[in-house]
């Protein structure tokens, strides 16, 4: 793709952001191409939804983003309201979603300027609600202590039919995960859990998280559910502290709705999304959450290797007890070509492109 406009996300807390963002306004005025910063954080003003934010940068086909995960979430909430493209520079922690080393952006600009860098797919989430949400105005100061203003609640999507009994239509796309939270702390959130329409189990628990498969290493892995392939397409739901004996993880498929209802007597519960909150939910309100139509587009400068970067980030090390079985080789593949009957296999990349 050859870069027409460029939207900048930057972490203005962190000084390497600051020099990254130095260098993409150099790279793109040296390219003639058009750069505006988006101000994602906002602690002076308002607020804007993703679509907003799209359009006030002038419909940018490529999202740079300066930071760690978060802020790619930050980026990836715009982008994918148009389309876009989103290169994530590493400058957080864990950095599950972040592509390119500070020390190696101009060429990661050059290379997607050329059309060299693939673009991978990911799926988002999108929702339902029994009515359109809000955060009710004596909540407003007490949730935004501390973070600044939050984002405004989700917009409502138009839809050409009504579809009766089936929720409000939310301009939502949640890459991580869409939580609903207890709000108040000796109370935890009840609500009855649904999946494919039909009742899975009614639920007291701090908080219930439905997730994506790039979500899957986020807040639902923190709580002990699985880790997932960032290429597959799944709903992914996991109870945080439920008081209840059943309180694994529940992996539907892709076209499998999770809803939630509020139980009547239940607390009221807080809406986030991608770790944004957006809403409040009272006793008797539901979501419904589902794969969406539109998809998060992410550079890579290189082929994938998920399972890398998990041992990598997690620091995982091997079982001691396996140490005096011998010591396992970093991959279990060769680097010949791979064999026709093994072509359609996604596998970790030869040594020649890690």
């Not at 984002?151 to 999507?157: G, S």
């Not at 008797?284 to 990598?312: C, E, K, S």
Request: glycine fraction near 10%; aromatic fraction near 6%.
């Amino acid at each position: 793709m050859a870069v027409q406009r460029v939207g900048l996300v930057v972490h203005r807390g962190r000084a390497a952001a600051r020099e990254a963002a130095g260098v993409v306004l150099g790279w793109c005025a040296a390219h003639g191409v058009p750069c505006t910063e988006i101000d994602v954080w906002s602690r002076d003003h308002r607020r804007h939804s993703g679509r907003e934010e799209a359009q006030a940068a002038g419909e940018p086909d490529l999202v740079v983003t300066l930071g760690g995960d978060g802020t790619f979430l930050r980026g990836a909430r715009i982008a994918v309201k148009t389309g876009a493209a989103v290169l994530g520079v590493d400058l957080g922690r864990v950095g599950f979603l972040t592509e390119a080393p500070a020390c190696d952006l101009a060429t990661a600009l050059d290379t997607v300027h050329a059309g060299h860098a693939p673009v991978e797919e990911r799926m988002t989430l999108t929702m339902r609600a029994s009515r359109p949400p809000e955060v009710p105005a004596d909540l407003g100061p007490f949730l935004d202590h501390g973070r600044g203003p939050t984002l405004p609640p989700p917009p409502t999507r138009p839809e050409p039919v009504a579809g009766d009994g089936w929720g409000v239509p939310l301009d939502v796309n949640a890459l991580n995960d869409v939580v609903v939270e207890k709000l108040a702390r000796d109370h935890q959130v009840g609500a009855g859990v649904y999946v494919s329409g039909r009742l899975l189990a009614a639920y007291s628990a701090d908080a219930l998280v439905v997730a994506t498969p790039t979500g899957s290493t986020a807040y639902s892995f923190s709580a002990g559910g699985p880790v997932l392939s960032p290429h597959m397409d799944a709903v992914v739901f996991t109870p945080i502290a439920a008081h209840m004996t059943f309180n694994r993880t529940v992996v539907a498929a892709p076209d499998e709705p999770v809803a939630l209802r509020i139980l009547p007597h239940s607390g009221r519960a807080a809406v986030s999304i991608d770790g944004q909150l957006r809403g409040v939910l009272d006793p008797g309100d539901w979501i419904g959450v589902y794969r969406a139509p539109q998809r998060v587009r992410l550079v890579r400068l290189r082929p994938t290797d998920f399972y890398g970067r998990l041992r990598d980030r997690f620091r995982l090390t091997d079982a001691p007890a396996a140490a005096t079985d011998g010591e396992s080789a970093p991959f279990f593949r060769p680097d010949s070509c791979v064999p026709p009957d093994l072509a359609g296999l996604r596998l970790a990349p030869p040594a020649a492109a890690r």
